[in-house]
């Protein structure tokens, strides 16, 4: 069965940061990309950031380059984002993606919603005074 489970959601100050969180089971990393999504009330779902195993790329939507860090552990099956500087507009629900990969061995970061396979159930994220 395959899990993908966020957490380190919450409250933080304008300017704050958040670590969150992804633990990913019943997949390969090797095999699978993961992507950071967020989902703000009455929005669609954006990319924020997106990590390949296989080669170590790794992509940022404009909206948060040089204030979020995406990370992971293989051996750990974790991914952390590391959100620094944030702002009341990074407000949202975020998730964890799981996409498989090309058989071809490449790697493969879409930073839209529609080829995931897999999805976490969100954390909240709330900045704000």
């Known amino acids: 069965q395959v899990q993908l489970v966020e957490s380190g959601g919450g409250l933080v100050q304008p300017g704050g940061s958040l670590r969150l969180s992804c633990v990913v089971s019943g997949i390969s990393l090797e095999e699978f990309s993961i992507g950071w999504f967020r989902q703000a009330p009455g929005k669609e779902r954006e990319g924020v950031s997106c990590?390949?195993?296989?080669?170590?790329?790794?992509y940022y939507g404009d909206f948060v380059k040089g204030r979020f860090t995406i990370s992971g552990d293989n051996a750990k099956n974790t991914i952390i984002l590391q959100m620094n500087s944030l702002k009341p507009e990074d407000t949202a629900v975020y998730y964890c993606?799981?996409?498989?990969?090309?058989?071809?061995?490449?790697?493969?970061?879409?930073?839209?919603?529609?080829?995931?396979?897999?999805w976490g159930q969100g954390t909240q994220v709330t900045v704000s005074s």
């Open positions: 993606g799981a996409v498989q990969q090309p058989d071809d061995g490449s790697s493969w970061l879409p930073y839209f919603p529609d080829p995931y396979n897999y």
């Open positions: 990590i390949s195993f296989r080669d170590g790329s790794t």
